[in-house]
């Protein structure tokens, strides 16, 4: 079982930048494959960032590119997901997900198996 922690949410301003980290335990996930969701008020959860396990190939949703960056760090079992020039219809609930058969990049949340319980971030304009 891995429990998954989000943390780094928080309140900024158009432009602003975060940096949302997600730290795992239980076991080690080292060769699970990431993802970084976001569920805004009143709409789905939708996909934002993702990572692979071993070429740690990354894959971002159109709406977040350029200005969104998912990273790992395996030795501290900890995805990270830097945010810069954020806007207003940033603002969600972010959920980190991990799945155990991490070979390749995933987008679609019904395929990750650990989600931690998400972070807040509020941009106001």
């Known amino acids: 079982q891995v429990q998954l922690v989000e943390s780094g949410g928080g309140s900024v301003q158009f432009g602003g930048s975060l940096r949302l980290s997600c730290i795992a335990s239980?076991?080690?996930?080292?060769?699970?494959?990431m993802g970084w969701f976001r569920q805004a008020p009143g709409k789905e959860r939708e996909f934002a960032a993702a990572i692979s396990w071993s070429d740690r190939s990354t894959y971002y949703a159109d709406s977040v590119k350029g200005r969104f960056t998912i990273s790992r760090d395996n030795a501290k079992n900890t995805v990270y997901l830097q945010m810069t020039s954020l806007k207003p219809e940033d603002t969600a609930v972010y959920y980190c997900a991990a799945r155990r058969l991490g070979a390749g990049i995933f987008t679609m949340a019904s395929v990750y198996d650990y989600w931690g319980q998400g972070t807040q971030v509020t941009v106001s304009s």
């Open positions: 239980g076991r080690t996930i080292s060769t699970y494959a």
